[in-house]
């Protein structure tokens, strides 16, 4: 079954750090780009960040430029986001989603295979 | 930055009823749109890409059609699952794969 599995997420203060991870299972992993979408209680979605299969290229929201890192470790069947000087407004469900390639007069994507959800709470 | 709007933001109907939502972009996308149902407490699934592909697995009652700039969902005739909210997303810019508000599909 294919299937992406979040973890990490709690709840930490604002200033602070958090790791989410994502384990896939059922697809071979590194063939796919991968994906970050937050929702915050309440709101609508947020694509949050990008990275190919190879780690190539990797894209952030203007949001979490220079406070979030996405990485991957394709041997371990894993993708991460790393969160520093984390924010109240950074609260939300964090999902990671698998990229669907395809061509339509050119080469894009569409999120088809998505995690559970991992919940991020920023808050003193 | 390319800005999705999604009209209505909400949406009242009753079962057997053809509903269509439109997502307009802020410039043109060509064809690069995306669809997504999101019941609560869910993750989103993908309905439609390219504006018109069905994903495999998804009732043919949900079509797309579109480009440019503006896009509508149709579903033919709502079924009880279909209440939910939905979402459109542009792919166009891979520096930024913004997402509509949203329109909440509710029963009538």
């Known amino acids: 079954e294919v299937q992406l599995v979040e973890s990490g997420g709690g709840l930490v203060k604002p200033g602070g750090s958090l790791r989410l991870s994502c384990a896939a299972s059922?697809?071979?992993?590194?063939?796919?780009?991968m994906n970050w979408v937050r929702q915050a209680p309440g709101k609508g979605l947020e694509w949050v960040s990008s990275?190919?299969?190879?780690?190539?290229?990797?894209y952030y929201a203007d949001s979490v430029k220079g406070r979030f890192t996405i990485s991957r470790d394709n041997a371990k069947n894993s993708l991460y986001l790393q969160m520093n000087s984390l924010r109240a407004e950074d609260t939300a469900v964090y999902y990671c989603?698998?990229?669907?390639?395809?061509?339509?007069?050119?080469?894009?994507?569409?999120?088809?295979?998505w995690g559970q959800g991992t919940m991020v709470t920023v808050s003193s | 930055d390319i800005q999705m709007t999604q009209s209505p933001s909400s949406l009242s109907a009753s079962v057997g009823d053809r509903v269509t939502i439109t997502c307009r972009a802020s410039?043109?996308?060509?064809?690069?749109l995306n669809w997504y149902q999101q019941k609560p407490g869910k993750a989103p699934k993908l309905l439609i890409y390219?504006?018109?592909s069905l994903q495999s697995g998804v009732p043919s009652r949900f079509s797309g059609s579109g480009s440019g700039t503006d896009f509508t969902l149709t579903i033919s005739s709502l079924q009880p699952e279909d209440f939910a909210t939905y979402y459109c997303?542009?792919?166009?810019?891979?520096?930024?794969?913004?997402f509509g508000q949203g329109t909440k599909l509710e029963i009538k």
């Open positions: 997303q542009q792919s166009y810019s891979t520096l930024m794969y913004s």
């Open positions: 390219a504006a018109s």
């Open positions: 989603a698998r990229s669907l390639a395809y061509y339509s007069s050119g080469w894009s994507h569409a999120f088809d295979i």
């Open positions: 059922g697809f071979t992993f590194s063939s796919y780009s």
């Open positions: 410039q043109s996308i060509s064809s690069y």
């Open positions: 990275i190919s299969s190879s780690s190539s290229y990797i």
